[in-house]
C-alpha cells in the first residue's frame, strides 16, 4: 500500500501537433506569465500572441516528430526514480500546459489514500513563472479533489551536489574527450522580462549563483575552459528582457569553439533541441564558429536520479 507520493512538476509540452495550440493558450492564460491584473487583457494578450505564434510552432513540432521531447524524458525518470524509493512511495509527474495535468494526477493520489505528497517542480532555480506556477496549479488541482494528505514542496536545488555533478557529465560528453581551454562555455538561461525580475523575482540571482557554484565545480574537476559566460533565450515580444541575449553573446565570440549548457532546464525540450540545438547552430555558422555544441539537460541520467531522491529525503527531514 502507498503512504506517500513524490510528484514531479513541470511546464510540459505537446504530446501531439494538436496539442500545440493548448499548449500555448494555457501557457499565455498563466497570471504567472501574463501579469497584467486585467483578466479581459491578458486573454487579449495572450489570444493575439497565441494567433502570431502557433503556425510557426506547430512547423517547430513537426521538425521534432511530431511532439515534445519532454514527456518521454519525463517517464523515464519517473520510472528510475520510483526503482530507487521504496515500495510504500508512488512517483508520478505532472505538467502545467499539457497533459499529464496535475487534476489528473491528484485524482490518481486520491484514490490510493496517499497521506504524505512531495512535490519537485523541475526547475533549479526559483521563478513565479515556473515554479511558483507549478505549485499553485497542483495545490488548486488537489483542493478541488478534497484530499487532505500533508503537501510538502522544494522552491529550488541548483545548491544540490549530485545535480551539479550531473551538469559536468553532461558538459564532458559535449566536449567528446577534447581539451575543454580550447573552448568557451555559455550558460544559456531562459530569458524573463524584466519587468518581472525588478518586482522580486529571484530567478536572474539564483542562475548568478548557480553559475559561480558551478564555476567552482568546473575548476575541481579540472574543465578550465577559455572563458563562462551567462545569457538568456526565448525572449517573446518587444518588452525588455534580461540580458545579454543568446544571440549577442554568439556574436561577441564568432569564430571560437563554443559549448553551450541550458542552465535553466533540466529536461530537453523545444527550447533546447530545436532552438539552441537547430535555430542557433544555424545562427553559428553564419558567424564562422569552428565548433558549436550543445550539452545534453540532465534527464533522466542517473545523477539526476540521484539528485531528486536526495532531495526528497531532505524534505522529509
Not at 489514500?113 to 513563472?129: A, G, K, M, V
Not at 518581472?196 to 553559475?211: L, S, T
Not at 569553439?257 to 525540450?269: H, Y
Not at 539552441?276 to 541520467?301: M, Q
Amino acid at each position: 500500500m502507498k503512504k506517500e507520493a513524490i510528484v514531479l512538476l513541470n511546464m510540459g509540452g505537446p504530446n501531439n501537433l494538436f496539442e500545440v495550440e493548448m499548449f500555448l493558450r494555457n501557457m499565455f492564460a498563466d497570471p504567472n506569465i501574463l501579469t497584467t491584473k486585467s483578466k479581459l487583457l491578458r486573454r487579449f494578450i495572450g489570444n493575439l500572441i497565441v494567433t502570431n505564434r502557433v503556425v510557426a510552432a506547430r512547423k517547430v513540432y513537426e521538425e521534432l516528430g511530431g511532439k515534445s521531447p519532454i514527456v518521454d524524458h519525463t517517464k523515464k525518470l519517473v520510472a528510475k526514480l520510483q526503482e530507487m524509493v521504496s515500495d510504500e512511495t508512488y512517483v508520478d509527474f505532472a505538467m502545467r500546459y499539457t497533459p499529464p495535468f496535475a487534476s489528473e494526477v491528484c485524482e490518481k493520489i486520491e484514490e490510493m489514500d496517499i497521506r504524505e505528497i512531495y512535490l519537485i517542480p523541475l526547475y533549479p532555480q526559483y521563478s513565479t513563472t515556473t515554479t511558483k506556477s507549478s505549485l499553485e496549479d497542483f495545490k488548486a488541482a488537489y483542493a478541488k479533489v478534497g484530499g487532505n494528505a500533508k503537501i510538502f514542496s522544494r522552491g529550488n536545488f541548483y545548491r544540490t551536489h549530485a545535480y551539479n555533478q550531473v551538469i559536468l557529465k553532461r558538459i564532458e560528453e559535449a566536449l567528446e574527450s577534447e581539451d575543454a581551454g580550447e573552448f568557451e562555455l555559455v550558460f544559456s538561461a531562459h530569458g524573463l522580462p524584466q519587468k518581472i525580475v525588478d518586482a522580486g523575482d529571484p530567478y536572474q540571482k539564483q542562475v548568478e549563483r548557480h553559475m559561480a557554484l558551478l564555476q567552482e565545480e568546473l575548476t575541481k574537476a579540472g574543465l578550465e575552459f577559455q572563458a563562462v559566460h551567462l545569457a538568456y533565450q526565448s525572449k517573446v515580444g518587444p518588452m525588455k528582457w534580461l540580458e545579454p541575449s543568446l544571440e549577442e553573446k554568439l556574436k561577441k565570440l564568432r569564430g571560437k569553439k563554443v559549448v553551450i549548457f541550458p542552465i535553466a532546464f533540466t529536461i530537453d525540450n523545444s527550447e533546447t533541441d530545436y532552438e539552441l540545438g537547430v535555430e542557433y547552430a544555424h545562427i553559428a555558422e553564419e558567424l564562422g564558429f569552428e565548433e558549436y555544441r550543445v550539452a545534453r539537460c540532465p534527464n533522466d541520467h542517473k545523477l539526476f536520479v540521484e539528485a531528486l531522491y536526495d532531495i526528497y529525503l531532505e524534505m522529509k527531514e
